[in-house]
């Protein structure tokens, strides 16, 4: 794993920013310019942090953390909490408005149980002018 430097930027406030600019939807650039890093040293930080999460799922034993990675997995962390509630925010938003209105309820009804809420699509296919549809299918022999 490679080690970045500069790693005494990820300070609690850092954390603190990025996430709070996260949970009202910002984007990683945005969240990082609020934190006052630049948004490689973000994403860095980010993707050692999965590596080290991915690899501790792998591992048998409990990984020995030293201080800069464990600020890492909080950040990760934090991160997909501040992600979680901002969808949670919205869904509260999307949700209240579907209880005024049938049209957007019955929408989210065919998104989220398109199997019980989509009325089954009938179509006909017919040749020019509705005439006979001619239809060719030509079988090749695989030893070809």
Same mark, same amino acid.
């Given at each position: !794993? $490679?080690?970045?430097? @500069? @790693?005494?930027?990820?300070?609690?406030?850092?954390? %603190?920013?990025?996430?709070?600019?996260?949970?009202?939807?910002?984007? /990683?650039?945005? =969240?990082?310019? /609020?934190?006052?890093?630049?948004?490689? $040293? +973000? !994403?860095?930080?980010?993707?050692?942090? @999965?590596?080290?999460?991915?690899?501790? *799922?792998?591992?048998?034993? &409990?990984?020995? /953390?030293?201080?800069?990675? +464990?600020?890492? +997995?909080?950040?990760l962390t934090r991160i997909e909490k501040a992600d979680a509630r901002e969808a949670i925010n919205l869904?509260? &938003?999307?949700?209240?408005?579907? *209880?005024?209105?049938? =049209?957007?309820?019955?929408?989210?009804?065919? *998104?989220? /149980?398109?199997?019980?809420?989509?009325?089954?699509? @009938?179509?006909?296919?017919?040749?020019?002018?509705?005439? %006979?549809?001619?239809?060719?299918?030509?079988?090749?022999? $695989? =030893?070809?």
């Open positions: !794993m $490679s080690k970045l430097g @500069r @790693r005494w930027r990820l300070t609690d406030t850092v954390i %603190d920013k990025v996430c709070e600019a996260r949970e009202i939807g910002a984007t /990683y650039d945005i =969240a990082a310019l /609020y934190a006052g890093v630049s948004s490689a $040293s +973000l !994403m860095g930080w980010l993707k050692e942090g @999965r590596e080290l999460a991915e690899q501790a *799922q792998k591992s048998e034993t &409990v990984p020995d /953390y030293d201080e800069d990675e +464990l600020r890492i +997995l909080e950040l869904l509260q &938003v999307v949700d209240k408005a579907a *209880q005024s209105d049938p =049209a957007w309820a019955w929408k989210i009804l065919q *998104q989220r /149980y398109p199997k019980d809420f989509i009325p089954p699509i @009938r179509q006909e296919v017919t040749g020019a002018d509705g005439g %006979d549809l001619i239809i060719t299918v030509k079988v090749k022999d $695989s =030893a070809e």
